[in-house]
């Protein structure tokens, strides 16, 4: 039969993965957290802060009227 090594392509049979340690696990975990962190409190300050849609309807109803200058 072919060998095949030709078929697998660059990637040689005693090449493995690097494996991360305990210690390199943590500090991933750690990073990937404090993004997850940072995500759930941007979106809760967006919808805390965000206008509601009668703040939006009043902006709309007000846009080019000058509401300073008395009639």
């Known amino acids: 039969m072919h060998n ?3 078929m697998r392509g660059n990637k ?6 690097p494996t ?4 390199q696990k943590q500090v991933m975990k ?3 957290v404090f ?8 979106a809760l ?3 805390i802060f ?3 849609e009668q703040d ?3 902006a709309e109803a007000s846009a080019g009227f000058n509401t300073d200058i008395p009639l």
């Open 45 to 47: 300050m967006r919808l």
């Open 35 to 42: 993004a997850l962190m940072f995500t759930i409190c941007g």
């Open 4 to 6: 095949n090594k030709h």
């Open 56 to 58: 939006k309807a009043k």
């Open 50 to 52: 965000s206008p509601s």
């Open 12 to 17: 040689k049979e005693n090449e493995t993965k």
């Open 20 to 23: 991360l340690s305990k210690e």
């Open 30 to 32: 750690k990073y990937a």
